[in-house]
T-cell receptor
Framework: KNQVEQSPQSLIILEGKNCTLQ??????????LRWYKQDTGRGPVSLTI???SENTKSNGRYTATLDADTKQSSLHITASQLSDSASYIC?????????????WGAGTKLIIKP | DTEVTQTPKHLVMGMTNKKSLKCEQH?????MYWYKQKAKKPPELMFV???????INESVPSRFSPECPNSSLLNLHLHALQPEDSALYLC?????????????FGQGTRLTVV
């Protein structure tokens, strides 16, 4: 069964600190892996998208890694800001039509405290 | 312009009303999607349009009726909804290619059925 599991479920850190969110997946066939940021009641915003051959990708203070052998990904946030408070969702795309078959993780709810 | 614009942002409707949700993008994307998201759950795919034609209907009840008048616009017509249809409705768009294509999401319409 295709699954995406994220940990931790929630995380509270102080402003300015770094954090790492984890994503494990069992999806076949694999097309790409995305990380989205979603504020409550708003649409998801894409942070990174990685294909099988990419190990790391950065977007400002966000750095995603992908280990296709162990089927694990991480999202590292550097020097957190209050505006980083949101849910971070790992999404794996399966199949050739990469946007038709998206398997969504449950998300990690990140709270940044001043 | 990497925006997907959804209107209205909020909608309250009675179970006998007819209303429409609208989505617009000007990125030249030929794939457009409707998702439904309940609180604390990942988005669920409802419909996919490719080249303005309905390509996927995820067994959505007929009280939801999608329409794609042209390559930039996507509508979702609502009629005789139930209170359990209350949710955040998300529109997304993407290029049509096999791998590594991002899906861009709108900010959503918060629908409440009373």
């Amino acid at each position: 069964k295709n699954q995406v599991e994220q940990s931790p479920q929630s995380l509270i850190i102080l402003e300015g600190k770094n954090c790492t969110l984890q994503c494990n997946y069992t999806v076949s066939p694999f097309s790409n892996l995305r990380w989205y940021k979603q504020d409550t009641g708003r649409g998801p915003v894409s942070l990174t998208i990685m294909t099988f051959s990419e190990n790391t990708k950065s977007n400002g203070r966000y750095t995603a890694t992908l280990d296709a052998d162990t089927k694990q990904s991480s999202l590292h946030i550097t020097a957190s800001q209050l505006s980083d408070s949101a849910s971070y969702i790992c999404v794996v795309s399966s199949g050739l039509d990469s946007n038709y078959q998206l398997i969504w993780g449950a998300g990690t709810k990140l709270i940044i405290k001043p | 312009d990497t925006e997907v614009t959804q209107t209205p942002k909020h909608l309250v409707m009675g179970m006998t009303n007819k209303k429409s949700l609208k989505c617009e993008q000007h990125m030249g994307h030929r794939a457009m999607y409707w998702y439904k998201q309940k609180a604390k759950k990942p988005p669920e795919l409802m419909f996919v349009y490719s080249y303005e034609k309905l390509s996927i209907n995820e067994s959505v009840p007929s009280r939801f009726s999608p329409e794609c008048p042209n390559s930039s616009l996507l509508n979702l017509h609502l009629h005789a909804l139930q209170p359990e249809d209350s949710a955040l409705y998300l529109c997304a768009s993407s290029r049509l290619s096999a791998r590594g294509t991002e899906a861009f999401f709108g900010q959503g319409t918060r629908l409440t059925v009373v």
